[in-house]
């Protein structure tokens, strides 16, 4: 009996610690970035960003605001505009000339008088989204049509990056090298990639447009605005979405808030002075700016996604099972210093 029991007691002390250990931590979604190995990792090109110095703050600290231009197919009349107005410096001088809050903050040449460069490209409201058919500039150049309505239909990633089907103003989202894009069709969802179908880059938060007059009228590229609040969805296939702030998106963001109708700014005092705008490949190489994005393709961003998609870390009681294209921000960072 006494051997019996010592028996016992030693398969207990066996299976006791594996009740007594704790379940494994859920990563969150910033874990997940944190974590991820430096293959999943795309360096942005020096000539895609834009870089913008304000005028210093008023302690005299410097404000810098780098932008990423949106990459080929999508904008490039547009871009290639941007390219031009800052090969020629037209930014400098400028301002800040509106901040409506909760929406944008616009900047260019309040007067409306100063001479654009010659050359400037006039883009159609077609160019504001892509067809679908016939397009080549997808992740993988194997992907075709038949791959993409299976994709849709099942799985919930292919090359591009996750899909996300439920949006309120198009057929569905996903990411593109990097960019949140939408995509329209047939109104059923399983019959998007059949007929009648476009893709374009979304208004989300930091993301920048072309400001413009009324239509036909789409605008040169010389008066840009970033979002600084709620995404405002409404404005896509309105307006050219040619980048995204990377960095440097709360010296936008925290500025005064317009007086006049839609916060523009009444006085020139009132403006924020913009010192320059460059290409940054244009600047010294040793002060280019280095950054890279989790390339959407990868392992890492498809469990970041579905993080942000179902929060189960410590602080959520419920996950949400799924969210809006633009509370999934595509993660950037400066390059690590080697």
């Known amino acids: 009996m006494k051997h019996l029991l010592l028996t016992a007691a030693a398969a207990v002390s066996l299976i006791l610690p594996a009740f007594a250990e704790e379940p494994a931590a859920i990563p969150s979604p910033g874990e997940i970035v944190a974590a991820a190995p430096a293959s999943d990792w795309v360096a942005i090109a020096p000539s895609d960003l834009l870089v913008m110095d304000l005028a210093p703050d008023a302690k005299g600290k410097a404000r810098r605001v780098i932008i990423q231009l949106m990459l080929a197919p999508f904008s490039q009349g547009w871009i290639g505009n941007i390219r031009k107005l800052a090969a020629a410096h037209w930014w400098d001088g400028t301002s800040v000339n509106r901040v409506q809050d909760n929406y944008v903050a616009q900047w260019g040449d309040a007067t409306e008088k100063k001479a654009l460069p010659k050359g400037l490209a006039v883009m159609s409201e077609d160019s504001y989204s892509l067809a679908l058919d ?9 992907t075709n049509t038949t791959t993409l309505k299976a994709a849709w239909r099942s799985p919930e990633r292919f090359e591009g990056g996750p899909i996300i089907r439920d949006d309120s ?44 007059n009324m239509s036909p009228d789409t605008g040169s590229g010389a008066e840009l605005y970033a979002v600084i609040g709620h995404a405002p969805r409404h404005l896509d296939r309105n307006i050219a979405v040619v980048g995204r702030v990377i960095s440097g998106i709360e010296y936008l963001s925290s500025l005064p808030r317009g007086t006049e109708a839609l916060g523009f700014y009444k006085t020139d005092a009132e403006r924020t002075q913009i010192a320059s705008i460059r290409i940054a490949n ?30 189960r870390d410590p602080f959520f009681i419920k996950p949400a099972g799924g969210a809006d294209i633009c509370n999934i921000p595509v993660p950037v960072r400066p390059v690590p210093a080697k």
């Not at 016939?134 to 194997?142: A, D, F, V």
């Not at 069709?185 to 998007?192: C, V």
């Open 134 to 142: 016939g397009i080549t500039y997808w992740e993988s150049p194997k």
């Open 282 to 311: 244009e600047l010294p190489t040793a002060e280019q700016p280095k950054f890279e994005y989790m390339s959407t393709k990868s392992d890492s961003f498809a469990r970041y996604a579905d993080a942000r998609q179902n929060r």
């Open 169 to 212: 103003y198009a057929d569905g989202t996903m990411f593109w090298k990097g960019w949140p894009v939408a995509i329209a069709g047939d109104t059923k969802a399983d019959e998007i990639f059949d007929r009648g179908k476009y893709v374009w880059p979304v208004h989300c938060y930091g993301m920048v447009g072309v400001g413009r």
